[in-house]
Each structure stands twice: as C-alpha cells, then as structure tokens.
Nanobody, 124 residues
Framework: QVQLVESGGGLVQAGGSLRLSCAAS????????MGWFRQTPGKEREFVGA????????TYADSVKGRFTISRDNAKNTVYLQMNSLKPEDTAVYYC?????????????????WGQGTQVTVSS
C-alpha cells in the first residue's frame, strides 16, 4: 500500500523559505513521477512541479519557476520541495502525489496516490 506523508509546512513571512518533505513508502518508486500540488479554498488543485524519480528530471509551474526546487533522497525514499522567496499568494495546502507512469505534467488526474497535505501560510 502506497503511503505519502508530507511534513514541513508552517507560517513564514514573505521573502522567507520553507522545505516540505514527502516520505514515500509501500513501493519501489524508481519508475514513478512525484508531483507537488497546492490548493486554496474554493479553487482547483494547482500544479506546482514534478520530478521523475529515475533521472531526477524536474518540471515547474511558471508561477514558481526560479523560486521552488524539487529534489529527492533515494536512501530515504523522500521527495523535497524547497520554497524560497515565498509570497503571500503561495499560501495553500500543499500535497505530494505519485504517478505510476512517467507522466510529469500538470493534470492532477494522472496522479494515482496523494498525501494528506500540509498547510503553508505566508504572511505579508
């Protein structure tokens, strides 16, 4: 059974940084794509970025490009979302997701497994 557990959310001032973690278990994830999404009340879940576990290739939404970085630790089966230069509009619940295919795009419907989410609040 695949389990994704996010951690690292919290309250930070604008311009600050946070690092989210997603601990993955229950499978060998070498062929998976790991995605990060975020959601605010009343809005659709928004793609933040994705990482292909094999090879480490990453893609990002334009809104976070140059500020956010996704990485992985193979030994810990953990994916990270490093968020720098945070803005109030980055405030959301952040979700980690896993796709069994090599898909690394922005559609949430292509991801098979989801974590419970972690709140990130950026104050102005």
């Amino acid at each position: 059974q695949v389990q994704l557990v996010e951690s690292g959310g919290g309250l930070v001032q604008a311009g600050g940084s946070l690092r989210l973690s997603c601990a993955a278990s229950g499978r060998t994830f070498s062929s998976y794509t790991m995605g990060w999404f975020r959601q605010t009340p009343g809005k659709e879940r928004e793609f933040v970025g994705a990482l292909k576990w094999s090879g480490g290739r990453t893609t990002y939404a334009d809104s976070v490009k140059g500020r956010f970085t996704i990485s992985r630790d193979n030994a810990k089966n953990t994916v990270y979302l490093q968020m720098n230069s945070l803005k109030p509009e980055d405030t959301a619940v952040y979700y980690c997701a896993a796709a069994r295919t090599s898909y690394s795009g922005s559609s949430q419907y292509m991801y098979d497994y989801w974590g419970q989410g972690t709140q990130v609040t950026v104050s102005s």
